[in-house]
């Protein structure tokens, strides 16, 4: 109920939630207050406040996609996240806005209306899993799950100063979780500090076979890696994220925090990560390619928005459906793709970029072979203004820099706080290697 009441008195201002799943929060806790009277004991998460990013996937309850072709959806089954969420007794506060179907970086891109930063309301809360970010910023959920394909649960934690990691590829089930670009996207947790992330981590990350893409791995003891220290750690500093483009104060704190690592007793070694400078231009032929592939099952037919308007044939409801229901952004987006896929183009622009980037994931192997993970900035820079970035979506490209590596090569990415700029929280990223969840989280804790 104290949740409810914080979201009255800030979300007006903040705007980070699309729905609010009150009625059912407020009869799950009372359900728990009753299990507890009984004397019954509780798992460690019961009765937790969590919010949901808008694609992921909640029986019973509208889940939108920040688009209005999902405007009305009502799914009718849990994404495996939710359910370990719910098996949990943890308890849905509701449902975040993000940048339509998650392409953006900004979460100016939702087709419904913007999330504002809870540090400066002029400016953005980065995105695509700006709702998220700032709803756990604001006090207006304990904990909260976003996805991130290029970025977008590290890159809104940032902005918002607070901690964000996206998991291996392959750790946490991408069942029920509406696609973007299947072959990059990966839910995790976004929460205050390393501790809460690690137990959230816990709740998610299990083997899950109705996504194929889900590996087998054991899931190791996240909180109790917490509980070793940062001695001896290598931590590997590239020349590629701390050059051109990144700006004084960022570069600025990534120093600081190399000295904090070294005074932790780690040890700090310069890697090379040559192709990072092909990383942009590959990602956006792949992300847009899946994501074209995938929303062609927007058709009007089979769910989701349907043309009102008059039709003579199949391809005119098509047309017309998708055309009011897409926003510029995936409209842009889908043609990349269909473009980069088309016959006669599909050699010299899928296939290199797929060529590019296993020239990408080799660059994080033989990096790893001599540092346990890789310390860059998360973003550019701070929070931006809203609308400063709108006009030219070059640029806002830019803004995922330092993140769309981690997605293609399939490792573990953790933003943490590490200072501000201008009353703004900069976040720091450590990337590991494949299942290195347990080493970002050992480093993020000691250095918080
Ligand atoms: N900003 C990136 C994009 O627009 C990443 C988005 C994401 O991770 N979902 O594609």
């Not at 190791?220 to 917490?226: E, N, R, S, T, V």
């Not at 932790?264 to 994501?291: F, H, K, R």
């Not at 990408?360 to 346990?372: G, K, L, V, Y």
């Amino acid at each position: 109920a104290d949740f409810f009441r914080r979201i009255e008195a800030v979300d007006p201002k903040v705007r980070a939630y699309v729905t609010l799943n009150e009625a059912e929060a407020m009869a799950q806790a009372e359900q728990l207050d009753r299990r507890l009277a009984k004397g019954e004991k509780l798992p460690p998460l019961a009765g937790i406040p969590i919010a949901v990013k808008d694609n992921i996937s909640t029986a019973g309850l509208r889940t939108t996609c920040s688009s209005k072709m999902l405007e009305n959806y009502i799914p009718a089954y849990d994404a495996m996240v939710i359910e370990r969420l719910k098996a949990a007794g943890m308890i849905i506060v509701g449902k975040t806005n993000l940048d339509e179907f998650a392409m953006g970086s900004s979460t100016e891109n939702s087709a419904l209306f913007v999330t504002r930063n809870p540090w400066d309301l002029e400016a953005v809360p980065g995105g695509s899993s700006g709702g998220s970010a700032a709803a756990v910023r604001a006090g207006e959920a304990a904990l909260a799950l976003g996805s991130d394909t290029g970025g977008s649960i590290r890159q809104p934690a940032a902005y918002c100063g607070v901690v964000g990691l996206k998991p291996t590829y392959g750790r946490v089930s991408r069942y029920g979780l509406i696609a973007f670009a299947s072959s990059l996207d990966q839910i995790g947790p976004i929460t205050r500090d390393v501790t809460d992330c690690a137990l959230l981590l816990q709740a998610i990350a299990q083997y899950d076979k109705r996504d194929s893409t889900c590996i087998d791995q054991p899931v190791p003891d996240y909180l109790q890696a917490l509980k070793q220290d940062v001695k001896g750690l290598r931590i590997g500093l590239a020349q590629e994220y701390l050059g051109e483009g990144i700006s004084a104060p960022v570069q600025q704190a990534v120093n600081d925090a190399v000295r904090v690592f070294r005074d932790l007793g780690a040890e700090v070694v310069d890697v090379s990560l040559p192709y990072t400078q092909y990383a942009l231009a590959t990602y956006y032929i792949i992300a847009p390619a899946e994501a074209s592939s995938n929303l062609a099952r927007y058709d009007g037919v089979r769910y989701g928005h349907r043309t009102a308007e008059e039709v003579s044939d199949s391809v005119a409801l098509f047309m017309k459906t998708r055309k009011e229901g897409f926003g510029p952004e995936v409209k842009r987006r889908i043609m990349i793709g269909t473009y980069a896929l088309s016959s006669g183009y599909y050699d010299a622009y899928y296939l290199k970029a797929q060529q590019v980037r296993t020239l990408i994931r080799e660059d994080f192997n033989r990096a790893f072979q001599s540092c346990d993970l890789i310390l860059t900035p998360t973003a550019p820079s701070v929070a931006f203004k809203i609308g400063s970035k709108t006009k030219d979506p070059l640029e806002m490209y830019l803004e995922d820099i330092c993140t769309i590596t981690c997605n293609m090569a399939g490792i573990p990415g953790l933003s943490l706080p590490g200072g501000f700029d201008q009353g703004k929280p900069i976040g720091l990223q450590l990337l590991g290697p494949a299942f290195g969840e347990a080493t970002l989280l050992r480093a993020a804790y000691g250095f918080e």
